[in-house]
């Protein structure tokens, strides 16, 4: 497997860390993963890539090592322009903007704001809230009442944050709903990738979990920011058994956007499609492509 280059872009405020693998004079992929998952935890999937594209993933603030808490205010807007600032300073030309769930709503946002730095948008199932109706209130709960109401704020808060060893934390997760399907070799990236080891030779977790809760907190309904994309050719992927969108849904909504949005169902996958079925995401993308 091909080793991607660690790279770090300092802001006034925070240090952002990106990797880059590939050819380095070919088309290149910006690539931003799900919610708490650095995006080595991609390294697999974005290989099937590096042949035929520079590929950039960088990881948000909550995977860094030097971050602060969750500026108020910050929002999927702040994660945007970090977003900016990335592409900005590691490619010199428009990039495919490549990102599953998380990723790929915040990367959603950055081509809306600065569409002069994509050329395509690839959106795996990205993240959003079920209806307008609650994109309404959502972010102006009060803290401790999205805490409470919402099981997966109050799991990622709760979650155990240091283990004895990568094994250990493997064996807890292998089967939790979120990681069941993964293949044996993401779990493994994830339990690699996921996990650092502290000075008293314990494993923490790198994406920090207040971190995690707030970017839960600040999910948007994605199709009114889509109406409001640039013209760009689009490719969006939902997974068959997504737990975000249902088919009627998402075939309703697909012939309301413009000729250059593509939406697409794969068959036998979930929701962390390109941890799950790397071959058959790949497949999907390349085809479009």
């Known amino acids: 497997m091909k080793q991607p280059k660690l790279e770090y872009l300092r802001t006034d405020k925070a240090l952002l860390p990106y990797y880059s693998l590939g ?33 950039v993933a960088a990881d948000c603030r909550g995977a860094s090592k ?29 990039v495919i903007g490549m990102g599953h769930s998380f990723g790929a ?8 704001r600065r569409p002069d730095l994509f050329k395509k948008l690839i959106l795996i199932e990205p993240a959003s809230l079920p209806n307008r109706i609650l994109d309404s209130f959502y972010r102006h709960l009060p803290t401790w009442l999205l805490h409470r109401m919402v099981p997966m704020i109050k ?37 690699q990738s996921g996990l650092t080891e502290d000075v008293n030779g314990r494993y923490e977790l790198v994406f920090d979990p ?20 640039p013209l760009l050719p689009t490719l969006f992927i939902k997974a068959e058994h997504s737990y975000l969108y249902s088919s009627q849904t998402f075939h309703r909504e697909n012939k309301k956007l413009s000729p250059e949005f593509i ?16 071959e058959a995401c790949t497949d999907a993308i390349r085809t479009w492509l």
Do not use: C
């Not at 990367?107 to 809306?112: D, K, M, N, P």
């Not at 240091?162 to 493997?170: A, L, Q």
């Open 23 to 55: 050819q380095q004079n070919a088309e290149s992929i910006h690539f931003t993963g799900a919610n708490g998952f650095p995006v080595l935890v991609y390294q697999h999937f974005l290989n099937q890539f590096s042949t035929d594209h520079r590929v």
């Open 66 to 94: 030097q971050r602060n808490t969750p500026p108020q205010d910050f929002g999927f807007n702040g994660l945007a322009s970090d977003l900016i600032t990335v592409i900005e300073n590691t490619h010199s030309a428009p």
């Open 105 to 112: 709503h915040v990367t959603l946002l950055a081509s809306i």
């Open 155 to 191: 799991n990622t808060l709760q979650r155990k944050r240091t283990w004895s060893s990568r094994d250990s934390f493997k064996s807890r997760y292998k089967s939790h709903p979120t990681f069941k399907h993964f293949t044996t070799q993401s779990m493994e990236s994830y339990a």
């Open 210 to 229: 207040i971190w995690e809760a707030y970017i839960f907190s600040q999910v948007e309904y994605i199709w009114k920011n889509l109406k409001n994309a």
């Open 263 to 278: 939406g697409i169902e794969v068959a036998n996958t979930y929701h962390m499609i390109p941890l799950e079925d790397p």
